[in-house]
């Protein structure tokens, strides 16, 4: 089973500045098909999860462009550009290169 | 728009058993994969188990193996989960996604609005 280690997994920030939360897996994310799995889920307070990026670096529909996720193998990143008050929540990566499906612990992102 | 309803909160004492059900508006055809996933009071996502809505097939967390079940009423477009043997360690809400079929998205893209589940005596 692949193991999920998030960094922070708390992150206090000012709005309109940046923010990042690493996420590194414990083996190679890259699939054999030439896809790498590995995508990034928010869960704002009392919301179920939702599909922010997927493939390291695709945003899903809807989503602002602050977002943005980046990185390759074992090592990976989701960036926001400037922290807005609805980016308070739960952050989680998942990966669904291997199976089963494994999510990191979460990164909560919070107001300073 | 697809969007993933679920039925609505439950509350068991131990060693009973509970079903969730996951009901699929929207979609046109079964070409996704539903997963369910749980979230214990102040805890992260846990995966438990996969169908495929079309043919039925199934696979578990290997933790859950002999307590959990998915079954699919295609004709109803939806997914049922049954737990059994239920602990205060069960106490969590439950979620269904999907992730649709092939390698475009390969992620869980639309999300239940999830079910509690209390486990109490």
């Known amino acids: 089973e692949i193991a999920l280690t998030q960094t922070p997994l708390s992150s206090p920030v000012t709005l309109g500045q940046p923010a990042s939360i690493s996420c590194r897996s414990s083996?190679?994310?890259?699939?054999?098909?030439?896809?790498?799995?590995l995508s990034w889920l928010q869960q704002r307070p009392g919301q179920p999860p939702r599909l922010l990026i997927y493939k390291i670096s695709n945003r899903f529909s809807g989503v602002p462009d602050r977002f943005s996720g980046s990185g390759a193998g074992t090592d990976f990143t989701l960036k926001i550009s400037r922290v807005e008050p609805e980016d308070v929540g739960l952050y989680y990566c998942m990966q669904l290169t291997q199976f089963p499906p494994t999510f990191g612990q979460g990164t909560k992102l919070e107001i300073k | 728009q697809v969007q993933l309803v679920q039925s609505g909160a439950e509350v068991k004492k131990p060693g009973a058993s509970v079903r969730v059900s996951c009901k699929a508006l929207?979609?046109?055809?079964?070409?996704?994969?539903l997963h369910w996933i749980r979230q214990a009071p102040g805890q992260g996502l846990e995966w438990m188990g996969i169908i495929t809505p079309s043919g039925g097939s199934t696979s578990y967390a290997q933790r859950f193996e002999g307590r959990l079940t998915l079954t699919t009423d295609t004709a109803a477009s939806t997914v049922y989960m049954d737990l059994t043997r239920l602990t205060s360690e069960d106490t969590a809400v439950y979620y269904c996604?999907?992730?649709?079929?092939?390698?475009?998205?390969?992620?869980?893209?639309?999300w239940g609005q999830g079910t509690s589940v209390t486990v109490s005596s």
């Open positions: 996604a999907t992730v649709p079929y092939g390698v475009l998205i390969a992620a869980m893209d639309v």
């Open positions: 929207g979609h046109t055809s079964t070409n996704f994969y």
């Open positions: 083996q190679s994310l890259a699939h054999s098909d030439g896809n790498t799995y």
